[in-house]
């Protein structure tokens, strides 16, 4: 399963990895990924006016889209978008961070996973 990285490099600005996480055929329940640990869980809704400047991340997260969507903009200017479906980590907590913004003036609905 793919999923994209939010990461803080040497340079202290924010980079995008992918990252393939391997899934186990387990049978009839399905193909599972090794145990993540959690430590809590965020329920969130953005309005369609959502524009978040620059910075970094409050703790290491995953967040799942389910609603609407994102685009997160980091230090060289890469914009990626995270619609429904979408599973990122978040883990550039230092450094100047990244921007968040509504798409197309949508609300979004997520969920953040907190993994500090």
Do not use: K
């Not at 329920?43 to 967040?63: S, V």
């Not at 609603?67 to 990626?80: L, M, Q």
């Amino acid at each position: 399963m793919q999923v994209t990285r939010l990461y803080t490099g040497a340079d202290g600005e924010s980079h995008f990895e992918d990252l393939e996480i391997p899934l186990t055929d387990h049978g009839p329940i399905g193909r599972l990924s090794a145990y993540i640990p959690a430590t809590g869980l965020i329920l969130r809704e953005t309005g369609p006016e959502y524009d978040y400047d620059w910075h970094p991340a409050p703790r290491r997260q995953a967040i799942l889209v389910l609603a609407g969507a994102v685009d997160i903009e980091i230090g060289d200017g890469t914009i990626r978008r995270f619609g429904p479906g979408a599973i990122f980590f978040v883990e550039d907590t230092t450094g100047r961070g990244h921007r968040s913004r509504a798409v197309d003036g949508q609300a979004r609905t997520s969920v953040f996973v907190t993994l500090d």
